[in-house]
T-cell receptor, first 110, second 115 residues
Framework: QKEVEQDPGPLSVPEGAIVSLNCTYSNSAFQYFMWYRQYSRKGPELLMYTYSSGNKEDGRFTAQVDKSSKYISLFIRDSQPSDSATYLCATLQGAQKLVFGQGTRLTINP | EPEVTQTPSHQVTQMGQEVILRCVPISNHLYFYWYRQILGQKVEFLVSFYNNEISEKSEIFDDQFSVERPDGSNFTLKIRSTKLEDSAMYFC?????????????FGAGSRLTVL
C-alpha cells in the first residue's frame, strides 16, 4: 500500500474559484502533514503544515486533516493565476524523512 | 529571504562517470538533506545529514552515493558511477532543527541527465 496518494490531475479552474486538493495516507502513526507548492523549474516551497487533526488557515489557504479517514486537504479561496503550480502533500515519517504524494498540477485560468 | 543554492542547474554525463552535485544550505541551518525526483514521479528522500554524519538514508542511497560537508558551508552529493536510472532532478534541502515540524527549505534543484 502506497504511503501517500494524490491525484496528479491536471486540474484546471477559472480565476476566483475555490480549489480543493486532496491526499490520502496509509500509516495512522503519521502526525505531521505538509503542503508544498512547486513552480516549474523550482524546488518545493512549504505552504503550510498541520499537526494531527484539525484545520489551519493562512490567508486564502486552509489545510485540513482528518485522521479518522486518513485524509488531508488543501483549500484555496479566490484562486489567482499566480496560484498555478504543482501542489505536493507530504507527511513526516519518523523525525526527518518527508514522504511526498505524486503532486497535483493546478492551472488557474484568467 | 535566505535560500538554498544548488549548482549546477543541469549536468549531462556519460554512464559510468562520477558526478558531484553541490549545495549551499542556509547558513544557520543544522540539518541537511538530498531528495530526488525522477521525471513524472514523486519527490523521494535520499539521505539526511547532521553533525557531519549521515543520520538516515533510504534504500536508494546505496554505495554509489556519498555525501559530505567539506568546508562547513557546502554540502555535496557524489554519485560514483552513474547509471541511466540516476537521471533525475536532485533537490538539496536544509532545516534549522530536528522536530516534528522541521521546516525544510529546498533549493531549485540540479537536473542530472545520464546518457
Amino acid at each position: 500500500q502506497k504511503e501517500v496518494e494524490q491525484d496528479p490531475g491536471p486540474l484546471s479552474v477559472p480565476e476566483g474559484a475555490i480549489v480543493s486538493l486532496n491526499c490520502t495516507y496509509s500509516n495512522s502513526a503519521f502526525q505531521y502533514f505538509m503542503w508544498y507548492r512547486q513552480y516549474s523549474r523550482k524546488g518545493p516551497e512549504l505552504l503550510m503544515y498541520t499537526y494531527s487533526s484539525g484545520n489551519k488557515e493562512d490567508g486564502r489557504f486552509t489545510a485540513q486533516v482528518d485522521k479518522s479517514s486518513k485524509y488531508i486537504s488543501l483549500f484555496i479561496r479566490d484562486s489567482q493565476p499566480s496560484d498555478s503550480a504543482t501542489y505536493l502533500c507530504a507527511t513526516l515519517q519518523g523525525a526527518q524523512k518527508l514522504v511526498f504524494g505524486q503532486g497535483t498540477r493546478l492551472t488557474i485560468n484568467p | 529571504e535566505p535560500e538554498v543554492t544548488q549548482t549546477p542547474s543541469h549536468q549531462v554525463t556519460q554512464m559510468g562517470q562520477e558526478v558531484i552535485l553541490r549545495c549551499v544550505p542556509i547558513s544557520n541551518h543544522l540539518y541537511f538533506y538530498w531528495y530526488r525526483q525522477i521525471l513524472g514521479q514523486k519527490v523521494e528522500f535520499l539521505v539526511s545529514f547532521y553533525n557531519n554524519e549521515i543520520s538516515e538514508k533510504s534504500e536508494i542511497f546505496d554505495d554509489q552515493f556519498s555525501v559530505e560537508r567539506p568546508d562547513g558551508s557546502n554540502f555535496t552529493l557524489k554519485i560514483r558511477s552513474t547509471k541511466l536510472e540516476d537521471s533525475a532532478m536532485y533537490f538539496c534541502a536544509s532545516g534549522p532543527r530536528l522536530s516534528g515540524a522541521n521546516v525544510l527549505t529546498f533549493g531549485a534543484g540540479s537536473r542530472l541527465t545520464v546518457l
